[in-house]
């Protein structure tokens, strides 16, 4: 059975720092591209950054480009996103999503597979 199994999510002040992790088991994910996407309440998921296959290229959004770092660590099969200088609106569930293309994908339709999530909560 294929899990994504999302950790570190939690409350944490403005301008704090958060670091999730991503455990795969039960497929390889290490050939194909991971991704992390968030989704608040009332609004659509959306893309946040992935990886690629070998960790050599990353995409990240607008929003959260040179505050957050994707990284993987693919012997562990593990896939993380450091989070720097959160702010309030950074406040979601962040789930995790591989089993698709190779290359970084910032969508939805790139992955087959999913997590439950994991709460972020920035306060002001």
């Known amino acids: 059975q294929v899990q994504l199994v999302e950790s570190g999510g939690e409350l944490v002040q403005a301008g704090g720092s958060l670091r999730l992790s991503c455990a795969a088991s039960g497929h390889t994910f290490t050939t194909y591209a991971m991704g992390w996407f968030r989704q608040a309440p009332g609004k659509e998921r959306e893309f946040v950054a992935a990886?690629?296959?070998?960790?050599?290229?990353?995409y990240y959004a607008d929003s959260v480009k040179g505050r957050f770092t994707i990284s993987r660590d693919n012997a562990k099969n593990t896939v993380y996103l450091q989070m720097n200088s959160l702010k309030p609106e950074d406040t979601a569930v962040y789930l995790c999503a591989g089993g698709g293309a190779r290359l970084p994908v910032p969508s939805t339709g790139g992955y087959h597979y999913w997590g439950q999530g994991t709460q972020v909560t920035v306060s002001s």
């Open positions: 990886i690629s296959w070998t960790g050599g290229s990353t």
